[in-house]
């Protein structure tokens, strides 16, 4: 098939011709996008040596520079903002009114970078506070770690990639970068931004190929010193368990929950869960999968909720109406369909969508689904939410925290002391009270506990875990 464009590697600040590639298709037509490098073995060890040979010049770069750069690249990005919108809208099936939403946020994501790079601190210590620790100064540094291998999904394919690019260079590190398979363009055009911005050829080299292959030449290679990926439970742990020494974020899945108190205002609720559950199709790591709901105001909420799901267009994803498009891929699309027949075979209720529309799956609201349905207990990443009845607060926590994951959890409830409560026992990585657990600011601490992963991100928190502590003592006797 005869396609326009066609990308090649990024390497030591060069475009890289490469020994093999192949055709990247639209989840949404299955129409050919683009011809994409399939990195070979030596490739990424080109890419790597090239990072390894650029740390010394990252890690020397004043503050001031590597702000500069991160400046310079958050205005080509808003002077291109379209052009990024309709690469994401294009490769990922994002409807294009969320991929604009996308590329706002990345831009907001490379500012927090550009700010925070000014602001890495150590700090004196008091030596003396222990005997034998008199007349002496002492002080810590912040050095940046080294090479980082980034690994990112599909689901924000640029603003999960600004959050290890941004914080890497904000450090004064290289970056060796893996996209998804099916995402590659929003990277490759970064790629374009950060050359025009002046960056040092080799701070940033972006590789393509399959997941294994270049994910365990990343993991594998003594000179990379910290790995960050963000990705599902099983390659994180995968990729955790191959680390050896190195450093490593992970920022996996979840099946998100939000809890709605007797009470509250109904309308308000659902049009945030709505949107909590059916934005960019559910393939949100935070997306809203389970829903808890009093059972004094259950039936009101489910026709509420069904009532505004059948407003949602489900279509094209570059058409401006749209609000659900095409899943990932038809694996998917099959996969979903085979945990809604597990479910209805068990007792629950389809009670709205729960069929295809070409690669697209209907905004599908379940009712009365067991805790150890797939619908429930995995994570579905597709329009899917299910809806139960509880009978006090205390049963929601038990629901809630019966997960293995804990990204974010939502609490609807007028009550300070329920909310306070709430807050304390859900266990996972950030409590949303009166709101959807799928909201997201680029600059807060973000990252789970249990299977949904460990250490955060969020620029100055993502930036800690690329940056080595380094203590010096002068000794004045
Ligand atoms: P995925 O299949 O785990 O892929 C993520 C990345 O890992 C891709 O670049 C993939 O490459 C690569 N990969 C695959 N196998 C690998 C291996 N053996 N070693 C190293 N890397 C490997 O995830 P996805 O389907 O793209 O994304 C969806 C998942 O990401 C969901 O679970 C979602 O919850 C999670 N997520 C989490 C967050 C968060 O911040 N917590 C945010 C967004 C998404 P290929 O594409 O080439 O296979």
Known sequence: MQTKLKRDLYINGVWQKAEKYRLLTSPYSDEGIAEIPVASEKEIEMAIEAAYRAREKMAAMPAYERADILEKVVQLLKERQEEAARIIANE?????????????????????????????????????????????TAYTVKKPIGIIGAITPFNFPMNLVAHKVGPAIATGNTVVLKPASQTPLSSYFLADLFHEAGL???????????????????????????????????????????????????????????????????????????????????????????????EKI???????????????????????????????????????????????????????????????????????????????????????????????????????????????????????HTALKMADNLHVGGVLINDIPTFRVDHMPYGGVKESGTGREGIKYAMEEMLELKLVIFNQD
Not at 93 to 114: L, Q, W
């Open 92 to 136: 990922a099936a994002k409807p294009i009114t969320a991929a604009r939403e996308e590329v706002k946020r990345t831009i907001h994501t490379y500012k927090f970078a550009a700010e925070a790079a000014k602001r890495i601190y150590g700090e004196t210590l008091p030596l003396d506070a222990a005997p034998g620790g008199q007349n002496r």
């Open 200 to 294: 040092p050829a080799g701070a940033l080299n972006i590789i393509t190929g399959s997941g294994k292959t270049v994910g365990d030449q990343l993991v594998g290679d003594q000179r990379i010193a910290a790995i960050t990926f963000t990705g599902s439970p099983s390659v994180g742990i995968g990729i955790r368990n191959k680390a050896g020494l190195k450093r490593v974020t992970l920022e996996l899945g979840s099946n998100s929950a939000v809890v709605i108190d007797q009470g509250v205002p109904i309308k308000k609720a659902v049009s945030r869960c709505v949107k909590g559950a059916f934005s960019f199709q559910g393939q949100v790591c935070i997306s809203l999968q389970r829903i808890y709901v009093h």
């Open 298 to 416: 259950y039936e009101e909420f489910v026709e509420e909720f069904v009532k505004e799901t059948e407003k949602l267009k489900v279509g094209n994803p570059l058409d401006e109406e749209t609000d659900v498009s095409a899943l990932i891929s038809k694996r998917d699309v099959n996969r979903t369909l085979g945990w809604l027949k597990e479910a209805e075979e068990q007792g629950a209720e389809i009670r709205f969508g729960g069929k295809t529309k070409g690669n697209a799956l209907l905004p599908t609201v379940v009712l009365n689904a067991k805790s150890f349905l797939k619908v429930s207990c995995e994570e579905v990443f597709a329009p899917i939410v299910v809806i139960n009845k509880i009978a006090s607060m205390e049963e929601a926590a038990r629901e809630v925290n019966h997960s293995k994951y804990g990204l974010q959890a939502g609490v609807y409830t007028e009550n300070i």
